[in-house]
């Protein structure tokens, strides 16, 4: 290998960390380097300059910065330049700061140029949230489509049946899964909402401020507790607790996994989200309301229930369906606390799973990720999503209807 | 400061004293306010008048660190007293505040609200008939009747402080209190709203805080001077503005101090 040939590989083989770093250094630099430049241009007098010094090195620095990060994503997206992205970065770069210390006089209005540089960090932060929706939708399309390829929607979307087996031949009907999904979001709700919110109302319209400031970060530590901790709880407490008390004295079955389990695990789990955001919306209810009503002769609780709670219930109701949301999509407190048996029952002591435990389980294992026993995860996947919209839809829906009505 | 005693007042209060934790907010008022009469609370801001105002339906209960002490008697009755039930005294005095506060309600429930509560309609028809003498006596029935239905917060500012007038006056009270109701209105709506507390006075006793002194002047019969938490001078309106007895007064009125 001759020499020249090694120089020209370690240059093609530049780390990517290296124009980073460098872009980084030289937005700092700039920064001070501009800001000095600026005074200067101004003989010293910095009220003859159109902006601030600062200003001046805060467009240089973001000049430099913010073309590099859209080089460095565009480049990604062409698959690395062949190579030779890392030199592409320096050189926007270094091209970001000519230009921005060349365009320094007194003149120049550095303040507003800042100011389009931050839109476009701003503008730049909500496409890739965009995009990363769309993206995350249009990988499980494309994976749906080749399921359904092999597999009969009707099938899918009509059977009662899910067993699957990995030699072929599988019932993949989501009926099962989805009742067992929505019955133990159902228990869940059914729990936390009236607790959440009752402790809402609590917190907001009698505590003392005192107990307020203890209760309300004990009640969001509930939100903090991983929920695979909560499937434990699931596990070892709470079944075996309703399985001997509840279930096997009324001869409801013995299994320790259940709906009913799950259910209220989850519901603790949900309570933080109902109480916390309907705290918020009814301390957002102006006190003018509340004094109209005990002016008129109402006690607290008839305030609350017939003017606070009506003039808060646009946001109760996006609380509650957020927490619907959460419920929908949980999946450790499923495992451990109703168990992986796909089954349609009534009886909420049986042991039940939940279609997201069941893309978990498709999914983990030997796979091939052609066979319609893995695929199915995908369209488990897209459906419950759609799911998740439709009650995202709906719930903006009522919000708004409510708004029209009370505001 | 000039003996008031009447003959049979509405409310009668003595050596009130009002505490905002260690705030001494008003300082012993003694005053007695005439029934069918519509009474005037004047004086700068942060005066006390309308910490005095809210001491006659116990709305200052509602304010923990707030402590009154003295008596207010309405009807020769204590409202201090332990026995009186603050949630019942308020269905008797009415209030109307600075802001107009309709409920997030149809106009038709927000005047039902208050009869509903206290059961003062037996059926549909007769609620009707509330609604409708509510609204006709708060000169809003014209306007309102054929949106009964539609939101209270729809209407126009005036309307809407029409609109808790006429709430305030559903629940057939005795007395009503106003908190500076016109503040937040145009000339045109305060006008409305004055003309309709001159014809209030043919049945309840009225007492209004105001910051105008053109309006205590228009709408009342008597006028109440408060000062730094003191109630300099109590007397006839047209005495008050023409002939005060306290230097006091007479600098606020002739703008002074305020």
Not at chain 1, 20 to 42: D, E, I, N
Not at chain 1, 398 to 403: G, H, Q, S
Not at chain 2, 222 to 243: C, M, P, R, S, W
Request: charged share 15%.
């Amino acid at each position: 290998m001759s020499p020249a040939q090694l120089t020209k590989d370690t240059r093609y083989m530049l780390p990517m960390y290296v124009p980073l770093l460098a872009t980084a250094l030289l937005a700092v630099a700039g920064y001070y380097f501009a800001a000095k430049r600026a005074a200067a241009s101004a003989g010293g007098d910095i009220r003859k300059l159109a902006a601030l010094p600062s200003q001046y090195g805060l467009f240089t620095a973001l000049s430099v910065i913010i073309p590099t990060l859209a080089a460095l994503i565009i480049g990604l997206s062409f698959g690395g330049l062949g190579g030779a992205l890392p030199q592409v970065l320096l050189g926007v770069a270094g091209l970001g700061f000519l230009v921005s210390i060349y365009k320094i006089s007194p003149d120049f209005r550095a303040r507003t140029h800042a100011e389009t540089w931050i839109k476009v960090i701003l503008i730049a932060a909500s496409v890739i949230a965009i995009l990363t929706t769309v993206g995350i939708v249009f990988s499980m399309l494309f994976e749906t489509r080749n399921f359904f390829s092999q597999y009969n929607w009707r099938d899918f979307f009509f059977s009662t049946e899910w067993s699957p087996n990995f030699r072929g031949n599988s019932a993949l009907g989501i009926i099962p899964l989805l009742w067992g999904t929505l019955y133990i979001s159902l228990i869940a709700l059914t729990f936390a909402v009236p607790v959440g919110l009752f402790a809402a109302i609590y917190l907001s319209e009698y505590a003392s401020r005192r107990t307020r400031s203890f209760a309300k970060p004990a009640i969001e530590i509930l939100a903090g507790i991983p929920t695979i901790v909560y499937g434990l709880f699931a596990l070892i407490t709470v079944g075996p607790f309703l399985r001997d008390y509840f279930a096997q004295p009324m001869g409801f079955g013995d299994s320790a996994s259940s709906v009913m389990t799950a259910g209220l695990v989850m519901g603790i789990m949900l309570i933080p989200f109902v109480s916390s955001l309907s705290d918020d919306i009814i301390n957002a209810v102006p006190q003018a309301m509340r004094d109209g009503s005990l002016g008129l002769g109402a006690t607290k609780s008839e305030t609350i229930r017939q003017v606070v709670i009506p003039a808060a219930l646009p946001g109760i109701v996006g609380a509650i369906l957020l927490a619907a949301s959460r419920a929908i999509g949980e999946t450790m407190i499923v495992v451990l606390g109703a168990g992986a048996a796909a089954r349609m029952s009534l009886n909420p002591f049986e042991a039940m799973t939940t279609v997201t435990v069941k893309i978990v389980s498709q999914l983990t294992g030997d796979t091939d990720f052609a066979s319609p026993e893995t695929l199915v995860a995908f369209a488990l996947g897209l459906t419950l999503f759609v799911i998740t919209l439709g009650l995202n839809v709906f719930a903006l829906y009522i919000v708004r209807k409510y708004r029209e009505q009370y505001e | 400061m000039k003996d008031t005693n009447m003959q049979n007042p509405k409310i009668s209060a003595k050596n009130v004293q009002v505490y905002y934790g260690d705030n001494h907010a008003i300082k012993d008022v003694n005053v007695e306010i005439a029934d069918k009469t519509v009474t005037a609370f004047i004086g700068p801001s942060g005066c006390g008048k309308s910490t005095f105002l809210r001491c006659l339906n116990r709305m200052n209960d509602t304010i923990d660190i707030c402590r009154v002490t003295g008596e207010i008697k309405i009807d020769n009755e204590d409202i201090y007293d332990a026995k009186v039930d603050p949630v019942q005294l308020r269905a008797k005095v009415g209030m109307v505040f600075q802001k107009p506060n309709p409920f997030p309600k149809s106009i038709y429930d927000n005047v039902a609200y208050g009869p509903k509560i206290h059961g003062l309609a037996r059926n549909k028809a007769e609620l009707d008939e509330i609604v409708e003498k509510a609204l006709r006596k708060a000169a809003l029935w014209n306007e309102a009747k054929d949106r009964l239905n539609s939101p209270g917060t729809g209407l126009s500012g005036g309307q809407q402080q029409r609109l808790c007038i006429a709430r305030a006056i559903a629940t057939a009270p005795e007395v009503l209190l106003m908190d500076e109701p016109c503040s937040a209105l145009d000339p045109i709506a305060t006008a409305q709203v004055e003309e309709l507390i001159d014809e209030l006075r043919q049945s309840y006793s009225v007492v209004i805080v105001t910051h105008s002194m053109q309006q205590a002047a228009r709408v009342s019969q008597k006028t109440a001077f408060f000062h730094l938490g003191n109630l300099v001078e109590y007397d006839d309106t047209t005495k008050i503005f023409t002939n005060p007895d306290d230097p006091r007064t007479e600098s606020y009125i002739s703008g002074r101090i305020g």
